[in-house]
């Protein structure tokens, strides 16, 4: 009951904070950390719960994007020297559609090939798809104008109602992501999420069961990529410009890190994580430290919590309080 | 056909170093199980070392070559001994997250270091190429072939040739055997990651003279000697030689045939299409290295 | 019509070794039937064989007339036949209570898609399942540990732990491997009279033991199998009386003590 009251507080005080935050700077840092947020929570149910080690997550962020973004513009690409296909513009919510759909076929791709690459192979076959993404990306220019980015991006809309304020952005994101976290709650708590941790723990064990391997695979794969879609999408429209960076692995890092040292394989792991390394720069900027020295920062915490806190943050605190109580 | 011939000599030439990235990676991946994020980190620092060296304090460039690699060793042993000896070999996924971290904090300290401009280093060799019948070739990169190979050629004595070549060959077939029969693990693990980071540096050493040195040179040099270990089979030091000049091959057919953009596409696109029809690697034999 | 579970003919080969030779053998339906021989003589690899983990060289393995040659584990799982393992296998990381759940898979009817538009069904499903979970652990006397971990129960209560998993999935051939051993004679006792109540649910029991005691107390039939082959196939007494078997077990200078 307490646990309602507080997330209910919880979401009430997110729900006011443009009402009292007069900054708009701070208003985008807490939208792009939303948007990061739910990539990160999409990323914990591959690599937390699942426990497949996919670091190619990028690439479907990077995939809703483009492909949110080429529907929502229209683009005409040469099949074949003759043949043009040529794609009209659309609204934004049908092309963010299509961004979410790219997105989870990519999950689906790879969760058919995490089922027969296995462990660290598997980390150099995600990583690699990510990387050809990236290098098509750049190099696509008719598709997707390579280095120079798809530009003038249609803002998020929802019919004639256009987001442009940083306020509307930002209850929109909040909304986004409180609706992710709770599918995730729901698959979690499901005989799907059951069967994922099931073969993360025992797959032999899972298999004489019944379980089905191949198919809670993919099917966590696909949710994933879907959803870090979505968050890639929701990034194209609001920040109205994507380029071929957001393939680089450094991105797919940056989630690791806020989903293993929130708590892998929790629910608040990775908004924790994510509420960190999304708003530790702006902290660091106070500092007037160059950007490497922020990195290096991460990746020494990184280290750190790796050793000292392998569960994560959210666990330590959970562990924390247990002992507490019955102290 | 002069074109090919063309290609098939560049590839001979880069084959070589991408042996040294890929037999490096094949060690440490495959005796310590470790998914190495920081090999690139080596490469570059190879060839920041020989920046420094060279165009810095002006040493010898053979002397820079030499001291180069000895400081790889060097770094690669206190990486191992700081931080993964700690670990206790605990899973996978661990010793990778440690690895990353380590990855950023080392990239990101080149940058702040070096700056992100690209650094040329000077070589002594004479800058007219070697002509041979249709094809030519810098005489630069003929001595970093010459270099990579004999590399290769050492490595290969000490894995199966020397006492500490034996217990590395034996942690691989089976750690816990090894450690019954007297093998300090602790040290093999040391001793591997130094070697194999020794090798990265070598490599980067070598090509950044022929090249540039930048700081993010070592991701795509990760990236490749992964595919290297791929194409190779795990603990194969003969199958990531052998891969090293596949791969340069396919690189240098790709960019000549292709497009040149997608050069470094190569290398991924071969994991991609290896792994998925032999989920195990080309030429994988899991019972001994060498 | 077969019996309950046919083998015939099962070859399984590993590289040049003949793990499996020829080996043909039938679980009739109600019945326990225990498989017993040296180690190394191929009993797990049977049981590796007949439940998809393993491909067999040759031969064939029929369940209630279906072949099962070419399914997966899980498959064979929702055909009935659910197996247990030789080392102890349960979730570690997680409570009992979910271990039995998780083992509940095949029981239950959600769909990813009601999961996630969160329909009434599934919250009613997981009601019924943790009921059926809790049921299963009274069963096995787990009920007090249901909240702990698995990896932090007693070895006894791991292996029991590891049965209703397998009694989860509604199994009706359950195969298990060397349930009791490691177990003190205690344990081995109320094991026994488990088996027992096992049987009296109607589920056919294929069991792999090493302790004679528990195979003559609890079997219907015994087949011996050493090398790869099976070398003895009769009931409790004439196994016990079968100068192959003593000769395989103990070699040629013993004799296996009487009851």
Known sequence: ?327 | MDQFLQHCLNALMLGGTYALLGIGLTLIFGIMRVVNFTHGELYAFGAYMMYMLVMLTGANFFVALALAIALGVALGAVLEFVLLRRLHSADIDTTMLVMIGAWIALQNAEQLLWSGVAKSIDNPFPSAPLVIGVVSVAWNRVFVFVTAIFLVGVTYVLINHTKLGKAMRATFQDRDTAALMGVRIGNIHTATFALGSGLAAAAGALLGPVFVAYPSMGDLAAAKAFAIVILGGLGSIGGATLGGFILALAEELGAGYVSSGYRDAMGFLLIIVILLFKPTGLFARKERIG | MRAMLAVENLSVRFGGLLAIENLSLEVREGEVLSLIGPNGAGKTTAFNAITGYLAPSAGEIFFKDKKLNDLRPHQVAAQGLVRTFQKTSVFGGRSALDNVLIGLELRATQTPLEILLGMPKVAREERELAAEAERILIFVNLKNRKHELAAALPYGEQRLLEVAIALAAKPKLLLLDEPVSGMNPSETASFMAKLAEIRALGITVLLVEHDMKMVMGVSDRVVCLSQGRIIANGTPAEIQRDPEVIRAYLGERHKIARR
């Open chain 1, 1 to 327: 009951m307490i646990n309602k009251i507080l997330v209910a507080a919880g979401i009430a005080a997110l729900v006011s904070v443009p009402l009292w935050l007069d900054n708009s700077y701070l208003l985008h840092v807490l939208v792009i950390t939303g948007i990061f947020i739910i990539a990160a929570m999409s990323l914990n149910l591959l690599l937390g719960y699942a426990g497949q080690l996919s670091l190619g997550h990028v690439a479907f962020f990077g995939i809703g994007a483009y492909a949110s973004a080429l529907v929502s513009l229209g683009f005409s690409i040469h099949i074949t020297p003759q043949w043009v296909m040529t794609v009209e513009k659309n609204p934004v919510w049908l092309a963010m559609l299509a961004g979410i759909l790219a997105a989870g076929a990519c999950g689906w791709f790879i969760g058919r090939v995490a089922f027969k690459v296995r462990g660290a192979y598997f980390v150099i076959v995600s990583i690699s798809f990510a990387e050809v993404v990236r290098l098509v990306a750049l190099n696509w220019v008719e598709l997707t104008q390579g280095p120079m980015a798809l530009n003038n991006i249609p803002p998020l809309a929802f019919n004639s109602f256009v987001f442009l304020k940083k306020p509307e952005n930002y209850w929109l994101i909040l909304t986004v992501a409180v609706v992710c976290y709770i599918l995730i709650r729901r698959l979690v708590n499901s005989r799907a999420g059951r069967a994922m941790v099931a073969l993360r723990e025992n797959e032999a064990l899972a298999a004489s069961v019944g379980i089905d391997v191949t198919r809670y695979l993919v099917l966590s794969t696909v949710v994933s990529a879907a959803m870090a879609g979505a968050a890639g999408a929701l990034y194209a429209h609001y920040v109205r410009i994507v380029d071929p960076d957001i393939f680089l692995f450094v991105y797919t890092v940056t989630m690791v890190i806020m989903v293993v040292t929130g708590g892998k394989g929790t629910l608040a792991g990775p908004v924790v994580g994510g509420l960190i390394f999304g708003l530790l720069p702006e902290g660091l900027r106070a500092f007037a430290l160059p950007p490497e020295a922020q990195w290096i920062a991460y990746g020494v915490l990184m280290v750190l919590v790796v050793y000292f806190l392998p569960q994560g943050i959210v666990p330590a605190f959970r562990n924390l309080f247990q002992s507490k109580k019955i102290a």
